[in-house]
C-alpha cells in the first residue's frame, strides 16, 4: 500500500491580526512518535497562548487525534486534522503554535488562521510517495559507469549507495511494481554489459514526481 506523508520536519511562520501562528510538520508512523513531536514543540514554545495539533499516525487513516488546546471547541485542532485528510497525509503530525496578539479573530477566523497555517506550511513541506520498493545491486565494469548513469539519471529511482571495488557496485531503490521492467530495460541499454541481483523489499519515501502528485 502506497501512501502521502512529510518527509522531514518543516516551519512555517505568519502573522495574522498580530497573532503569530507557527506550523510545525512532520512524520510520525505511530501515535508515541506523534506525541513526543508535539511535546517537543510545547517545550519549545512553553510560553505560547496555544499549541494545537492533529495527526494521522497511521497509514489506513484510522488513529485520528486533534486538540484545540484552549481555543473555542471546533476552532483549531479539527479543521487542521481535516486539511491532513484532504490532502491523503498518513503518518503527519502538525502542530500550530499561537501567541496571541490582542485582537480576537472570532471562529471563522480561527478556523481559517489555523487550518490556512498548516495548508501554507505543507505547500512548502518536503511530501513523499511511501511505496513498495525494490532493492537492485547493479554491477558494471568502470568503462561502462558513464552509460549506467546515464540510465539511472533519466529513469525513476533512487542511487543509495556506490561502491568503487574491482567494480562498480551501485544499489538503486525502484519501485517494486516496476523493478521486473526497469531491470530489463537497463539489461537492454547496457547491452548484457551489466548484473543485476535483486535485493529486499520495504516501504521507500520516493520524491514525487509529476505522475505521483495529487
Known amino acids: 500500500m502506497s501512501y502521502l506523508s512529510v518527509f522531514s520536519p518543516c516551519t512555517y511562520e505568519k502573522v495574522i491580526e498580530r497573532s503569530r501562528f507557527i506550523a510545525n510538520c512532520a512524520h510520525a508512523e505511530s501515535e508515541e512518535q506523534a506525541r513526543t513531536f508535539i511535546a517537543g514543540i510545547r517545550a519549545e514554545h512553553s510560553l505560547a497562548t496555544h499549541n494545537c495539533f492533529a495527526f494521522v499516525a497511521d497509514r489506513k487513516g484510522n488513529l485520528l487525534r486533534f486538540s484545540d488546546d484552549g481555543e473555542p471547541q471546533g476552532t483549531a485542532g479539527m479543521p487542521m486534522l481535516e486539511v491532513l485528510?484532504?490532502?491523503?497525509?498518513?503518518?503527519?503530525?502538525?502542530?500550530?503554535?499561537?501567541?496571541?496578539?490582542?485582537?480576537?479573530?472570532?471562529?471563522?477566523?480561527?478556523?481559517?488562521?489555523?487550518?490556512?497555517?498548516?495548508?501554507?506550511?505543507?505547500?512548502?513541506?518536503?511530501?513523499?510517495?511511501?511505496?513498495?520498493?525494490?532493492?537492485?545491486?547493479?554491477?558494471?565494469?568502470?568503462?561502462?559507469?558513464?552509460?549506467?548513469?546515464?540510465?539511472?539519471?533519466?529513469?525513476?529511482?533512487?542511487?543509495?549507495?556506490?561502491?568503487?571495488?574491482?567494480?562498480?557496485?551501485?544499489?538503486?531503490?525502484?519501485?517494486?511494481?516496476?523493478?521486473p521492467a526497469f531491470a530489463a530495460a537497463l539489461t537492454d541499454h547496457m547491452a548484457g554489459r551489466v548484473a543485476v541481483e535483486e535485493g529486499e523489499e520495504y516501504l521507500f519515501p520516493f520524491p514525487l514526481t509529476e505522475k505521483t502528485e495529487r
Open 85 to 179: 485528510k484532504n490532502k491523503k497525509l498518513f503518518e503527519t503530525v502538525a502542530v500550530v503554535t499561537r501567541y496571541f496578539g490582542g485582537i480576537k479573530l472570532g471562529a471563522g477566523g480561527l478556523v481559517r488562521a489555523y487550518a490556512g497555517t498548516v495548508s501554507e506550511a505543507l505547500a512548502q513541506a518536503d511530501i513523499r510517495e511511501y511505496t513498495p520498493c525494490r532493492e537492485l545491486m547493479l554491477t558494471v565494469a568502470y568503462e561502462n559507469f558513464d552509460a549506467l548513469k546515464k540510465f539511472l539519471s533519466s529513469h525513476e529511482c533512487t542511487v543509495k549507495d556506490t561502491d568503487y571495488a574491482e567494480k562498480v557496485c551501485v544499489l538503486a531503490a525502484v519501485k517494486a511494481e516496476n523493478a
